[in-house]
């Protein structure tokens, strides 16, 4: 068996020899936005923390963190549940959410992660398609991917 690169030889190895495999070649990356391609989620933090600290939810702006990439509806019924007893209804999910994002492009804009665009660049010389995945709605933050990640996707 070749080494693999580093850093993560070690569990690469580990991995090959535990499914029996010589070697893997992959040939796609799934690629998350926020937190991977877009340093975003200071921005997603404070615009949620506002948003529900207006409402009367208690909550921190660092609980935020951990709801990331799951859906704004799915966040917001799971603050409604805690604080309410309750989930949002359809009309308050899209209005709160609305909102949330009007909040999110109050904000300075996200810039692309230090080395987004060198590891993308390495996928498409290597040949790997490669496929966003995001769970956000942040149209301001999806219009800059062509930008700022040029033939990428």
């Given amino acids: 068996m070749t080494q693999p690169p580093l850093p993560f030889a070690p ?3 580990r991995f090959l020899k535990r499914h029996h495999y010589e070697r893997v070649t992959p040939r796609a990356a799934l690629i998350d936005m926020d937190g991977t391609l877009y340093d975003s989620m200071k921005n997603h933090t404070r615009a949620w923390h506002r948003l529900m600290t207006e409402l009367g939810v208690e909550c921190t702006r660092e609980e935020f963190y951990l709801y990331e990439g799951r859906t704004g509806a799915s966040t917001i019924n799971a603050l409604f549940q805690r604080q309410f007893g ?3 209804t359809d009309e308050e999910k899209t209005s709160l959410y609305q909102r949330k994002t009007e909040y999110f492009r109050e904000l300075p804009p996200v810039l692309p992660m230090e080395g987004a665009l060198d590891m993308l660049s390495v996928f498409r ?4 398609q490669r496929v966003l995945v995001t769970g956000s709605g942040q149209q301001s933050v999806l219009d800059n991917i062509s930008r700022d990640f040029p033939g990428m996707f």
């Avoid at 010389?125 to 790997?128: A, P, T, Y």
């Fill in 11 to 13: 569990e690469i190895l």
């Fill in 125 to 128: 010389e290597v040949g790997m």
């Fill in 86 to 88: 309750r989930n949002a």
